[in-house]
């Protein structure tokens, strides 16, 4: 089978630095992806990472350790309004053009 | 602006009524998505069409079904709901080439009497 991990909770201070993590577990791994999703709101893309290493894109950055097995990301200058649920995501093991997302971590960032 | 449209946004149906789900995308994109998500859960994908092909995962149950009757439009029946079936329901489209990148709709959330 495959499965993601995430912490269930981060909890941060405004204007702070936090990182989420994510170690998955999976056949025929290709990359992984981020999600934030506010509260009653839809899934939006953050990042994708296929290669070791960083990708950067503003205040949010992603990084990937293929042979770790590990993701994260990270959030700069935290704001009132990044509260929400992150999910990572994988593709899918059967290699169709699916994913396959992580429980999440519902970040809250407090003043 | 191009995006993925879900109809209705609220949607409440009765145990054992069949309800139909609509998503609308003009983003022109190969595949779409159902997923079902439940309170405080990750999505689950249920089916995708890439294209015309459709894809049915192991564990989705045969009360769900889906058509894709051309590029733009998706629609998840349901056919005999149940309480469990209660969810927000989301529509997603990506590139053929892209899976990683899923465009989503707002969701279609599902109450069971």
């Known amino acids: 089978g495959q499965s993601l991990e995430q912490p269930s909770e981060v909890t941060a201070v405004e204007g702070a630095i936090v990182q989420i993590n994510c170690t998955y577990q999976?056949?025929?791994?290709?990359?992984l992806s981020w999600y934030q999703q506010h509260d009653g709101g839809a899934p939006t893309f953050l990042s994708y990472?296929?290669?070791?290493g960083l990708e950067e894109t503003g205040r949010f950055s992603s990084f990937l350790s293929r042979s770790d097995s590990y993701g994260y990301l990270l959030l700069q200058e935290l704001q009132m309004k990044d509260s929400a649920s992150y999910f990572c995501a994988v593709r899918n093991q059967n290699g169709a053009n699916n994913l396959f997302f992580g429980t999440g971590t519902r970040l809250t960032v407090i003043p | 602006d191009a995006m993925v449209i879900q109809n209705p946004r609220y949607q409440v149906t009765q145990f054992g009524k069949p309800v139909t789900l609509s998503c609308s995308q003009t983003l022109n994109h190969n595949v779409m998505y159902w997923y079902q998500q439940k309170s405080s859960q990750a999505p689950k994908l249920l089916f995708h069409?890439?294209?015309?092909?459709?894809?049915n995962e192991a564990d989705t149950p045969d009360n769900f079904q889906s058509r894709r009757p051309n590029t733009s439009f998706c629609f998840l029946d349901i056919r005999s709901p149940g309480l469990g079936d209660a969810a927000m329901y989301l529509c997603a489209t990506s590139r053929r080439t892209d899976p990683y990148e899923q465009y989503f709709g707002p969701g279609t959330r599902l109450t069971v009497t």
């Open positions: 999976t056949s025929g791994f290709y990359g």
């Open positions: 990472n296929a290669l070791d």
């Open positions: 069409y890439y294209d015309k092909d459709f894809n």
